[in-house]
């Protein structure tokens, strides 16, 4: 049986030092890049049981200046988030 969807909760995300539109362009990029990489349908099938990571940390990630600096660190982001969060091989 698949899995139709996946739920990810992020319950809290700190973004100091950006500027508005830097943080909005961070936070698209940061959603899209995440609805791409769970959208696949091996990664759905791979994350059949619940579970909760209360932190991440991703370590250091370069930052280019401005809203396309920012949106492309959200990406960064989101595919390191994915590469953490996933369940470990049967």
Avoid: H, Y
């Amino acid at each position: 049986m698949g899995v139709s969807r996946i739920v990810l909760t992020i319950d809290r995300l700190v973004l100091r030092g950006f500027e508005a539109g830097e943080r909005n362009a961070l936070v698209a990029g940061l959603e899209s890049k995440l609805s791409q990489l769970l959208a696949d349908p091996a990664t759905r099938e791979a994350w059949t049981s619940s579970r909760r990571t209360p932190v991440l940390r991703l370590g250091q990630m370069p930052l280019a200046p401005g809203p396309s600096g920012a949106r492309k660190f959200g990406q960064s982001v989101a595919a390191s988030v994915a590469r953490n969060l996933r369940p470990p091989a049967r």
